[in-house]
């Protein structure tokens, strides 16, 4: 399994969407649990990083802290 280097600022496109229909969402704080907005309604979400890796699709870093 292809580990995600997460860190906060990124944005990750998930599988499924929200319930508001927004797939992107912004990283607010990753560790073993990983802290998400959801960009289309503001929502905020705690997932255990295992369970959120699997539903990320693509990874899209913040390029102003990529270093
Ligand atoms: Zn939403």
């Given at each position: 399994?292809?580990?995600?280097?997460?860190?906060?600022?990124?944005?990750?496109?998930?599988?499924k969407?929200?319930?508001?229909?927004?797939?992107?969402?912004?990283?607010?704080?990753?560790g073993?649990?990983v802290?998400?907005?959801?960009?289309?309604?503001?929502?905020?979400i705690?997932?255990?990083?295992l369970?959120?890796?699997?539903?990320?699709?693509k990874?899209?870093?913040?390029p102003?802290?990529?270093?």
């Amino acid at each position: 399994m292809q580990i995600l280097k997460l860190d906060a600022g990124d944005t990750v496109e998930m599988k499924k969407p929200h319930p508001c229909g927004s797939r992107l969402f912004k990283i607010l704080r990753a560790g073993s649990d990983v802290r998400l907005e959801c960009t289309g309604c503001g929502h905020e979400i705690v997932l255990e990083r295992l369970k959120m890796e699997r539903s990320v699709k693509k990874l899209i870093k913040n390029p102003a802290e990529s270093k």
